[in-house]
């Protein structure tokens, strides 16, 4: 098994450009989260889904969309990219999303805006 | 809302020395707790967790013990190697209000080097 890939790996935008990550867990998972990682903040969860079609907003979700349009992707979008979005992105991945769950992390998106 | 602070890095060792990274939480609920550790160029993976008060997590020779008086959760080795210079991350997932769906709230992670 893959666990979770994450795709691109690394991406410049110029401010205002728009983009989109992928991520794909091969592992059934139905719950999947998008972290966002700067320095000195730890992760801090941007969107997240409960399933298949559905996405709800975590703790920072100005500037980003997501869709869950099949159950083993998961998709981050920038609209218009700001340099305040330059950070490493993870993606993670969980069975069934309880507190107690293990989550599964993507090895990250490395993001620059300019 | 739930926090997690974690003691200021880095950290240096030499191998074979004693390893403490301090963690502390609040929570309104009754949280799950969590290391987990990222190794240079990927992404993290879990090293342990602890789901009730007193628990104790451990694993590759880590562990951590849920201290519900003392709101913590540190995380400790008694004698640390090269191959875990890493960054460490403590995280709670809180069930207050019901299902938390596995969110996960991180401290903002130390850095551990170890030196041979």
């Known amino acids: 098994n893959a666990g979770v890939t994450q795709t691109p790996k690394f991406r410049v935008l110029k401010t205002g450009q728009s983009m989109t990550l992928l991520c794909a867990q091969d592992?059934?998972?139905?719950?999947m989260y998008w972290y966002r990682q700067d320095p000195g903040m730890g992760l801090r969860l941007i969107h997240y889904?409960?399933?298949?079609?559905?996405?709800a907003k975590g703790e920072v979700p100005d500037g980003y969309n997501v869709s869950r349009l099949k159950k083993q992707n998961f998709l981050l979008g920038l609209e218009s990219a700001a340099p305040s979005q330059t950070s490493v992105y993870f993606c993670?991945?969980?069975?069934?999303?309880?507190?107690?769950?293990?989550?599964?992390f993507g090895p990250g998106t490395r993001l620059t805006v300019l | 809302g739930d926090s997690v602070t974690q003691m200021e890095g880095p950290v240096t060792l030499s191998e074979e020395a004693f390893l403490t990274i301090n963690c502390t939480y609040t929570?309104?609920?009754?949280?799950?707790l969590f290391w987990y550790v990222q190794y240079p160029g990927e992404g993290l993976q879990l090293l342990l967790k602890?789901?009730?008060?007193?628990d104790k997590g451990s694993n590759k020779g880590f562990e951590a013990t849920y201290r519900k008086e003392t709101t913590s959760f540190h995380l400790e080795k008694g004698s640390v190697q090269v191959s875990d210079s890493a960054v460490y991350f403590c995280?709670?997932?809180?069930?207050?209000?019901?299902?938390?769906?596995?969110?996960?709230?991180f401290g903002q992670g130390t850095i551990l080097t170890v030196h041979p």
């Open positions: 995280a709670l997932s809180d069930n207050a209000g019901g299902t938390s769906y596995g969110k996960l709230t």
């Open positions: 592992m059934n998972h139905e719950y």
């Open positions: 929570a309104t609920g009754y949280p799950s």
């Open positions: 889904s409960v399933g298949e079609g559905t996405t």
């Open positions: 993670a991945s969980s069975f069934l999303g309880g507190n107690t769950d293990t989550q599964y």
């Open positions: 602890a789901t009730k008060a007193d």
